[in-house]
């Protein structure tokens, strides 16, 4: 719909599935996008923003996973990971919403909680087990005090940064 993005990927700029999707997301009123290899392609007239990459012809001919495939890769690293960041998703350099799903990812959530909020590594685990295991949420919690449904909102509606408790202001001693 007119809030979506869809960014097409096609090496040679011709592939049928990808030209199909932005040709529907045109319909829909989505905004278009296309990654491809070939600046001269058909292609680069069936999306709005297009990143056309002079790869160059492959070394192997036929293979396009190696000059066209990694600089393809590169692209979407960079769109994915300012996505994450204009979507809040990303504070302070680390990915704030982590879905813990194993336990490598469960020892992330824990030292990036205890990082970001300076609590101890004990109070961070309480902290993310009262979040329902969701590190942004945690985080939102220790800067405001709040509950986990309260904390998420004020997360939400203004992200991490605007919630950061502010740096306190040494006191100068007094001299007698």
């Not at 096609?10 to 319909?27: D, H, I, N």
């Not at 009123?29 to 392609?41: E, I």
């Amino acid at each position: 719909g007119p809030r979506d993005l869809v960014c097409g990927l096609t090496a040679s700029g011709s592939t049928p599935f990808v030209l199909g999707a932005l040709a529907e997301a045109r319909r829909a009123r989505a905004a278009t996008a296309l990654v491809c290899c070939n600046p001269d392609a058909a292609a680069v007239r069936a999306a709005r923003h297009v990143v056309a990459l002079r790869t160059g012809p492959e070394l192997v001919a036929g293979s396009t996973r190696l000059k066209a495939g990694t600089a393809t890769k590169l692209v979407l690293n960079s769109v994915s990971t300012a996505a994450m960041i204009s979507l809040g998703r990303v504070y302070r350099g680390h990915m704030v919403s982590l879905a813990p799903s194993n336990r490598k990812l469960e020892a992330r959530a824990r030292r990036m909680v205890s990082e970001l909020t300076g609590l101890d590594p004990a109070a961070a685990a309480r902290l993310l087990l009262r979040a329902g295991g969701r590190p942004r949420v945690a985080i939102a919690m220790a800067f405001t005090g709040l509950g986990p449904r309260d904390a998420a909102a004020s997360a939400d509606a203004v992200g991490l940064r605007h919630l950061e408790p502010r740096p306190r202001r040494k006191r100068a001693k007094k001299h007698r």
